[in-house]
């Protein structure tokens, strides 16, 4: 994975913005990340906090700039949730304020309290 560019891209979010590089590094090896590379170039990232039962909370996705409303989005997100030690969370979790419309093609939708959005999934994995 390179690094420089999660920790470039993760730092200057909305979501994630004043990170440090230290602090970028250290969740990606506290959590199942996965990368999406084209022409070996990474395009994309994401990864996933859980307990490798129930839930699993979604953070730090994105696609680059000029791959992006490609379909690379729901590859990575699909690379993600059939993670080999994520396949059978029940309960995925997120939270976005401007890629809705994505995650509701995925199967998520708004909690009650509308704070994020959740997919719950049966234990072979399907929405």
Request: proline share 2%; hydrophobic share 35%.
């Given at each position: 994975?390179?690094?420089?560019?999660?920790?470039?891209?993760?730092?200057?979010?909305?979501?994630?913005?004043?990170?440090?590089?230290?602090?970028?590094?250290?969740?990606?090896?506290?959590?199942?990340?996965?990368?999406?590379?084209?022409?070996?170039?990474?395009?994309?990232?994401?990864?996933?906090?859980?307990?490798?039962?129930?839930?699993?909370?979604?953070?730090?996705?994105?696609?680059?700039?000029?791959?992006?409303?490609?379909?690379?989005?729901?590859?990575?997100?699909?690379?993600?949730?059939?993670?080999?030690?994520?396949?059978t969370?029940?309960?995925?979790?997120?939270?976005?304020?401007?890629?809705?419309?994505?995650?509701?093609?995925?199967?998520f939708?708004?909690?009650?309290?509308?704070?994020?959005?959740?997919?719950?999934?049966?234990?072979?994995?399907?929405?």
């Amino acid at each position: 994975m390179d690094q420089s560019l999660i920790c470039n891209f993760v730092s200057t979010s909305y979501w994630g913005k004043g990170r440090t590089h230290e602090e970028v590094i250290k969740s990606i090896q506290n959590s199942y990340p996965v990368a999406l590379f084209f022409d070996k170039k990474q395009i994309g990232f994401a990864r996933a906090i859980s307990d490798q039962c129930y839930l699993a909370y979604v953070c730090d996705v994105f696609i680059v700039k000029e791959f992006r409303k490609q379909g690379y989005s729901r590859i990575i997100m699909d690379a993600l949730m059939d993670h080999p030690k994520l396949r059978t969370v029940t309960k995925w979790m997120l939270a976005t304020r401007d890629a809705k419309g994505l995650y509701e093609k995925l199967g998520f939708q708004d909690s009650k309290d509308g704070q994020y959005m959740v997919c719950e999934r049966n234990y072979y994995g399907h929405a």
